[in-house]
């Protein structure tokens, strides 16, 4: 994860329903991650809303709890 420092990275979480998006700025050894910026999405929401996303201006993850980090790139997780 350390490659991603200092861009925005899409995290999807264990849980299924949410995941995050924002600029990483730091992974400790265990792998949790902090985010700055950051949005937190509920997967499959049906319209965007109050209840749909939530921003923070700084999270951090555990890293136990993240399935997978990509990039802004990878533009069709971001639809």
């Not at 997967?43 to 136990?64: F, K, N, S, T, W």
């Amino acid at each position: 994860m350390a490659a991603f420092l200092r861009r925005d990275v899409y995290i999807e979480l264990d849980d299924g329903r949410r995941a995050i998006r924002g600029v990483l700025v730091c992974v400790d050894r265990e792998g949790n991650a902090i985010l700055q910026e950051a949005t937190e999405h509920v997967v499959g929401a049906a319209q965007p809303g109050p209840r749909a996303e939530r921003v923070m201006p700084l999270v951090m993850i555990p890293g136990r709890h993240i399935v997978r980090v990509a990039t802004k790139e990878v533009s069709s997780l971001y639809t």
